[in-house]
């Protein structure tokens, strides 16, 4: 029998791609959303059950119906700005509901758990790369409820013995390459699929939020990951858990990090047009540089990213972008070129 997995968030953009290759991988996946940020279509021909992931009958009954043999867990809030002003909403969700999710798992047996973490936990970084043993001095609310999920984790390894990996990453972005799935949220907050909206000319410009920092080029630097390979990692990690392998914790990324001006550059070296820009403050709880070091996830899990290229990620996710949006809006005039 084809082992069963729930999918926590498994519409959302990251959950959508993990739930397509766990089916490849000969897995079945079981998808469960409240479909508050993800998208039904983007589920395909697996299971759906709509539900919220905090809701205990929900969950006792789809607990009962299967016998898991894991849970990934893609649910939570994301946005660092948002945490700021709302951050209530985030310790809620991303910390209240995950603790009912793994109420639920020990009620009724599940003992593997996949957690999409942040490397927002580590905060404004001692020294980058940032590896395991950095420090964890979250800035902002969004990356301390993540940490404070890794922490509850530990609890229950030792009290209930739930064993647990965490992947801790930055900027997922791209499409796969068949271009099946991309990147699509209402409202749009990331930085690529936001650049490439504006040389299809689905939006005017892009900002550029602060510009002050000290980095080469003044902007933040960041390290962005293929959505494809970020969903290896985690199928790994599902792997090692399931051959009885300990809970562990995994920084994920390229290793190089691209200012937001690289980014842009790289969007118009892609796409062959000219992206207006403006400057806009700098947002609350931005370090100016953040970038992982995956040595530990490479050497024990043995994973290697197949699409570590800047230009390879925006490449799949323009691809997408002309795909999902149309081809008159991909044709449209270039965006008015802008003050850098």
């Known amino acids: 029998m084809k082992p069963t997995i729930l999918v926590v968030g498994g519409a959302g953009y990251i959950g959508s791609q993990m739930t397509r290759q766990l089916a490849a991988a000969g ?3 079981v998808v469960l959303d409240d479909l508050s940020n993800g998208r039904r279509e983007a589920v395909g021909p697996h299971r759906l059950v709509v539900a919220d992931m905090g809701e205990r009958g929900a969950l006792d009954a ?4 299967f016998q898991f043999d894991a849970v990934m867990h893609f649910a939570s809030f994301i946005q660092v700005g948002e945490s700021v002003t709302e951050p209530g909403r985030y310790y809620d969700n991303n910390v209240g509901n995950t603790v009912r999710l793994l109420q639920a798992m020990v009620r009724h047996g599940v003992r593997n758990f996949i957690f999409s973490s942040t490397a927002a936990i580590f905060g404004d970084p001692a020294y980058v790369p940032i590896d395991e043993r950095h420090p964890k001095e979250p800035i902002n609310p969004y990356g301390r409820s993540k940490w404070m999920v890794e922490q509850v984790l530990g609890d229950f390894e030792s009290a209930y013995g739930l064993r647990s990996s965490c992947l801790r990453y930055f ?7 068949d271009i099946a799935l991309g990147e699509c949220h209402q409202p749009e907050t990331h930085l690529i699929p936001l650049v490439l909206q504006a040389a299809a000319g689905r939006r005017a410009d892009i900002t550029v939020y602060g510009e002050d920092y000290d980095t080469p080029d003044g902007t933040c630097i960041r390290d962005y990951i293929h959505v494809s390979d970020l ?5 790994l990690a599902l792997q090692q858990l399931r051959a009885g392998g300990p809970g562990t914790r995994y920084n994920l990324g390229n290793g190089a990090g691209y200012s937001i001006r690289e980014v842009i550059d790289a969007a118009e070296r892609v796409t062959g047009r ?3 820009r403006k400057s806009g403050p700098r947002r609350a709880g931005d370090p100016p540089v953040l970038v992982a070091d995956a040595t530990l996830a490479k050497s024990e899990l043995g994973w290697r990213p197949r699409f570590a290229d800047l230009d390879a990620i925006i490449l799949h ?4 972008e002309q795909e999902h949006f149309g081809a008159a809006a991909a044709a449209r005039a270039p965006a008015r070129s802008g003050p850098d």
């Open 171 to 177: 900027n997922a972005a791209g499409a796969d390459p």
């Open 317 to 320: 996710a323009w691809r997408w």
């Open 231 to 235: 969903c290896d990692a985690h199928l």
């Open 27 to 29: 897995y079945v996946p």
């Open 62 to 65: 789809l607990l009962q119906a």
């Open 274 to 276: 000219t992206i207006a």
